[in-house]
Nanobody, 128 residues
Framework: QVQLVESGGGSAQAGGSLQLSCRAS????????MEWYRQPPGKERELVSS????????TYADSVKGRFTISQDHARNTVNLQMNSLKTEDTAVYYC?????????????????????WGQGTQVTVSS
């Protein structure tokens, strides 16, 4: 089955850096884009960054532009989020997710997923 496993969360000082990684399995990694979301305490989940299936197109929320960089490693089926110049307002649980439409193999045939898949989340805490 499809699995997304995040790692790399933790604590950092404001101005510091962290790198999050999301290792994917159970589907064809190159068949769909990937996204990073975050949910700050007491707030709704928000899209932070996305990358297209071929890696040519990336997007960033205005709040992280110029500080965060998304990348993917097809050899390791991994998507990374490099977070620099961290701010206290970056404190949140970070989730990776697939785009809709990932291709997976089951029962001798290929199928397109009609929903996103989500990781379990990793906590990022930035202190001043």
């Amino acid at each position: 089955q499809v699995q997304l496993v995040e790692s790399g969360g933790g604590s950092a000082q404001a101005g510091g850096s962290l790198q999050l990684s999301c290792r994917a399995s159970g589907y064809i990694f190159s068949s769909c884009g990937m996204e990073w979301y975050r949910q700050p305490p007491g707030k709704e989940r928000e899209l932070v960054s996305s990358i297209s299936a071929n890696g040519e197109t990336t997007t960033y929320a205005d709040s992280v532009k110029g500080r965060f960089t998304i990348s993917q490693d097809h050899a390791r089926n991994t998507v990374n989020l490099q977070m620099n110049s961290l701010k206290t307002e970056d404190t949140a649980v970070y989730y990776c997710a697939t785009d809709v439409g990932c291709l997976y193999f089951s029962g001798g045939d290929y199928y397109r997923a009609n929903s996103k898949y989500w990781g379990q989340g990793t906590q990022v805490t930035v202190s001043s």
